[in-house]
C-alpha cells in the first residue's frame, strides 16, 4: 500500500488536477480568444500600410465589439 502513496504520485495526481481545471476553464473561454485573434489579425492587417483608415477603423471596432458581445454572453447568456 505504501507503494502507492509517494510524493512523485501526489504530484502527478495534484497535475492531472491542474490539467483538468485548465482544460474546463478554457473550453468556457474559447469564443472569446477566437473573437480576440480575429482582433489582432483585422489590427495586423490595418496597419500593413502604417496607417489607419476610418473604414479600418470602423472593422476594428466591429471587432472589438463582437469581442465584448462573447464576454456577456459568457456572462448572462442574453443573446
Known sequence: MSD?????????LIGIMLAGGISLVASKYTTIV????????V??????????????KESVMKEVLDV????????????
Request: no cysteine.
Open 4 to 12: 502507492w502513496f509517494s510524493w512523485s504520485n501526489l504530484f502527478y
Open 34 to 41: 477566437k473573437e480576440m485573434k480575429e482582433v489582432a489579425k
Open 43 to 56: 489590427l495586423e492587417e490595418a496597419y500593413e500600410d502604417g496607417e489607419l483608415s476610418k473604414k479600418e
Open 68 to 79: 465584448v458581445k462573447s464576454v456577456i454572453n459568457l456572462k448572462w447568456k442574453i443573446f
